[in-house]
């Protein structure tokens, strides 16, 4: 997507990476960058924080769990009915830990701040928390390098809309951006590179299909 966007604003492009949400909002304030290209949650919270596209996608809600209590998962009306006796892991933005609160209200959540302590929680077999709420396409790929655990979305499916970023203040290039992200939905694109990336499906071809994290991992399709 970013090097499409360069493309059609026939601009140059370059890559910098940033740890964390407080460093990206740095960097964008003091002009170091234009557009944080990292789906982040649309919500009041990151509103107050960046300056939000309009939705580039809906993100189901995942659960890391380990593999064999997969079906303790299966619903969040189960999940809630064990109250406070459930520890989950959930990323320590507040917008992160509101929505988790709607979810499981009951539940005793354990903040986590980069992906670096996921992987720690995994590595030690996540014996402190019963899941970590993260987006399922995350997730599952996550559980690519941890493979005793699993990812599951419990029903009815709670979503997540994400977007990109820019500096609050910059209203032409957000401007300039949610018009190209318009044009993107409209011809299909945001669409088609979710169905390559994800589904696997995009290229019609008597290849293959490509590896997806949706059919290979979570199983959804065939």
């Not at 609160?101 to 077999?125: I, N, Q």
């Not at 499906?201 to 059919?215: L, N």
């Amino acid at each position: 997507m970013a090097h499409r966007f360069a493309r059609r604003i026939e601009l140059p492009i370059e890559f910098l990476p940033v740890s964390s949400q407080v460093q990206a909002a740095e960097s964008l304030d003091a002009g170091t960058c234009d557009i944080l290209m990292v789906s982040f949650p649309i919500s009041v919270i990151t509103s107050q924080r960046f300056a939000m596209t309009s939705p580039t996608y809906n993100s189901p809600v995942g659960a890391i769990v380990r593999d064999h209590r997969r079906d303790s998962f299966r619903s969040w009306n189960e999940v809630r009915q064990r109250g406070a006796a459930v520890r989950v892991a959930v990323p320590a933005a507040a917008d992160s830990i509101s929505n988790a609160k709607s979810l499981l209200p009951e539940a005793t959540l354990v903040p986590f701040s980069t992906t670096e302590d996921v992987k720690r929680m995994l590595e030690s077999g996540a014996q402190d928390v019963d899941a970590i709420l993260h987006a399922a396409e995350n997730g599952a790929a996550l559980t690519l390098l941890y493979p005793e655990f699993s990812v599951v979305v419990p029903t009815p499916s709670a979503f997540i809309p994400l977007g990109y970023s820019v500096a609050h203040g910059n209203d032409e290039l957000l401007k300039t951006l949610n018009a190209w992200l318009g044009e993107q939905k409209a011809h299909g694109t945001v669409d088609e590179l979710y169905r390559y990336w994800m589904l696997g499906q995009a290229a019609k071809t008597d290849k293959p299909p490509r590896w997806s994290v949706i059919r290979d991992v979570l199983g959804w399709v065939n």
